[in-house]
């Protein structure tokens, strides 16, 4: 932002700069294939973000309870989502911000070993928006290196902490290498970013708080944050996106979250969700990876 237009107000913005502001990242040509492999009426995307303790470390907090929510995600909510997956035979991406893995490496190796992926979520669960570049490349490039050491693989994909997007973090990607994001919103089905103007090489499998566990579940004390929805009635919703996904041929895409779905009343959720689906017949289960290769081609 210019130094003069820092002291308006967006009402006295002119053209070129609210233009500017809107055009830095953009949705590009869409991605919908024809069809999926062998025949799939629908993909499935599933996805957990493994935030853990950083949901407490990323504020500068230090609250007991909060960390041991968190370590709740790995010690009983991980195990819990891999049993499920493991169960009806399915794939999923696990987003996990570094210092998760670091915690918790032998759970990253577990994740890999059992033929899921692990995309690239952040250092510490840090806002990328509040970041200068400097600051925000060397934490993406960190992150992506620590992963790779930790799992012995290199992730192609990224979801930005809080999907808290950057007016550098698609650069950065680039720099990268990253075969696609998953942090934004606009639309149903994936497609291509724009970075101002010019196709960026980066396909977004895209997220919506509507598929998201957090936005119905998440308990916050302090905050007076209260969940009111039960498990049921989120399953309901679920399967509603899941169905309308099925009748056109579209994309699937869940994000949940290991320290939120993982408990007794709520991975049942999980795996009702994942028994209707099959219940239809003609869906591809795949990774963000597999399904960001596929439209992609």
């Not at 935030?51 to 504020?59: A, F, G, M, P, V």
């Not at 891999?82 to 210092?99: I, Q, Y």
């Not at 698609?170 to 639309?187: H, R």
Request: proline share 5%.
């Amino acid at each position: 932002m210019s130094d003069d237009a820092a002291h308006l107000q967006p009402w006295q913005w002119s053209e070129d700069h609210w233009r500017k502001i809107v055009g830095q990242v953009r949705a590009g040509r869409p991605l919908k294939p024809k069809s999926w492999p062998n025949g799939a009426r629908c993909a499935v995307a599933l996805s957990f973000d493994s935030d853990h303790e950083t949901n407490e470390l990323r504020d500068g907090g230090k609250s007991i309870g909060r960390l041991a929510w968190g370590e709740f995600g790995t010690r009983v909510g991980v195990p819990r989502i891999l049993e499920t997956l493991a169960h009806h035979a399915v794939p999923a991406t696990f987003f996990v911000p570094a210092v998760s893995a670091m915690l918790h490496p032998e759970e990253q190796v577990r994740v890999i070993a059992e033929g899921h992926e692990i995309g690239i979520h952040g250092w510490i669960h840090e806002l990328n928006s509040v970041l200068p570049y400097e600051a925000e490349r060397d934490l993406m490039f960190r992150a992506a290196d620590m992963l790779e050491k930790i799992t012995g693989k290199r992730s192609v994909g990224m979801r930005t902490p809080s999907w808290d997007f950057s007016p550098n973090t698609l650069k950065i990607q680039q720099e990268l290498g990253l075969l696609y994001d998953s942090s934004l919103m606009a639309d149903d089905e994936c497609y291509e970013l724009l970075i101002e103007g010019a196709p960026s090489g980066i396909v977004e499998v895209p997220v919506e708080w509507i598929r998201d566990d957090g936005a119905y579940l998440t308990m916050h004390r302090m905050g007076s944050l209260r969940p009111y929805i039960t498990p049921r009635a989120v399953l309901e919703i679920f399967i509603q996106e899941f169905d309308a996904a099925f009748d056109q041929g579209g994309i699937f895409q869940l994000t949940c979250h290991p320290h939120i779905l993982g408990y007794r009343s709520r991975i049942w959720l999980l795996d009702e969700l994942i028994r209707h689906i099959k219940s239809r017949g003609g869906v591809w289960f795949a990774t963000h990876a597999e399904v960001a290769d596929y439209v992609k081609q």
